[in-house]
């Protein structure tokens, strides 16, 4: 159940009308998890200042279960998440940071329990 949040001081208005399908997919692809248990937010518009700068930039958030526990998984996925985000919002490498967090079942409510009871 990968949860991805991309936060953004690019204006909505400057965001493709698709980026939120996109980024689910692109997510389930990467992650290799169904796109039906991918969780995408996206939030534009925030004061946001990377490497000192209040340039247009992005911080990607990406929490799952079991597939981004290592270095070598996250080097991957950071690859392809950076190939896809600097297309979409049209940002240097250098105006991007994603973070990568581990959970574990008990970490995560849905139906009205955790995941480790489901």
């Not at 990968?2 to 690019?10: A, F, R």
């Not at 204006?11 to 992650?31: F, H, M, N, Q, T």
């Not at 937010?41 to 992005?58: F, G, H, N, R, T």
């Amino acid at each position: 159940m990968p949860l991805v949040e991309l936060q953004t001081n690019l204006p909505a208005a400057r965001l493709p009308g698709d980026l939120l399908a996109k980024l689910c997919a692109e997510a389930a692809s990467i992650l290799s998890k169904p796109v039906e248990r991918v969780n995408v937010v996206v939030k534009s518009d925030l004061p946001m200042v990377i490497s000192s700068s209040q340039e247009p930039c992005a911080m990607l958030v990406v929490s799952s279960l079991e597939v981004v526990g290592s270095a070598e998984q996250n080097k991957e996925h950071s690859a392809k998440f950076f190939e896809f985000l600097t297309k979409e919002l049209r940002l240097g490498t250098d105006r991007i940071v994603i973070l990568f967090h581990p959970l574990e079942r008990w970490q995560i409510g849905k139906n009205g329990t955790v995941m480790t009871f489901l």
